[in-house]
């Protein structure tokens, strides 16, 4: 779902925020819905001749490629209003006054890109997951198996914690917790119903199927109808005395 910063408009878009970056790498994205195609175009086309590289090569150029937009967006939107560009700044600070320089290195140090990027790929190495976000940091998941951004974070972190969720489960029980976890983000704003799912292996990726799915779906549907209380838990509690 894309929703506006105040939340005043929230709409379904068809477009997956599911990217391809190469024939063995995805990416996703948080935040900004916009900011970071630069980003991924640079990405793909330093690697558009190779077939099968590096992810941390590619993890290394994503983080390259977000700190040169969050200082290009720093000196638009921070330093353009003092008619300076950074560099300007560092050449001229020792002349400017004290209160201005604090000012703008406050600034600086406070100003974030509304972007996070979850990298998955697979390559000879293994499977790979990474979360990049402001300043232009990436960090590892490979060994917790699982990473949520976004809105509905929080729910969809629970529901893996819940599961007891481990890289070492088997595709389709992994697959099945991933989308419970997905659907009790919905409960968080800004989380539309449409679900997109792209299986990763070492012949590359492909978007799953909309029947399966439409599986997952009626397996989870089966789940949310055991976990409703039924009538013999409620005749048992109306037995619970209060005072």
């Not at 878009?13 to 980003?39: F, Y």
């Not at 090569?57 to 969050?70: A, F, H």
């Not at 100003?111 to 990474?130: F, K, P, Q």
């Not at 978007?207 to 009538?231: C, G, H, Q, T």
């Amino acid at each position: 779902m894309l929703t506006t910063t105040d939340l005043s408009l929230a709409f379904e878009h068809e477009t997956p925020k599911i990217e391809g970056l190469t024939s063995n790498c995805v990416a996703l994205t948080a935040g900004s819905a916009l900011i970071h195609e630069p980003i991924f175009r640079e990405v793909r086309k330093r690697f558009k001749e190779q077939p099968k590289p590096s992810i941390t090569r590619i993890v290394d150029s994503l983080v390259e490629e977000y700190q040169k937009l969050r200082l290009k967006r720093l000196e638009q939107e921070v330093f353009r209003r003092y008619g300076l560009t950074i560099q300007e700044f560092y050449s001229i600070q020792e002349r400017l006054h004290d209160g201005v320089v604090m000012r703008l290195m406050e600034e600086m140090r406070k100003y974030t890109l509304d972007l996070h990027i979850l990298v998955v790929g697979v390559n000879s190495e293994g499977a790979h997951l990474y979360h990049i976000h402001n300043p232009g940091i990436a960090v590892p998941f490979n060994a917790l198996g699982f990473c949520c951004i976004g809105t509905g974070q929080r729910h969809a972190d629970t529901t893996f914690a819940y599961r007891r969720y481990s890289p070492s489960l088997p595709l389709k029980k992994a697959l099945l917790i991933a989308y419970e976890a997905k659907k009790r983000a919905e409960m968080a704003g800004g989380v539309g119903k449409i679900t997109d799912i792209v299986i990763l292996d070492k012949n590359g990726w492909y978007f799953l199927p909309e029947d399966s799915k439409d599986m997952l779906e009626e397996v989870y549907n089966s789940i949310e109808k055991r976990a409703i209380y039924p009538k013999e838990v409620e005749t048992e509690l109306a037995k619970l005395h209060l005072k």
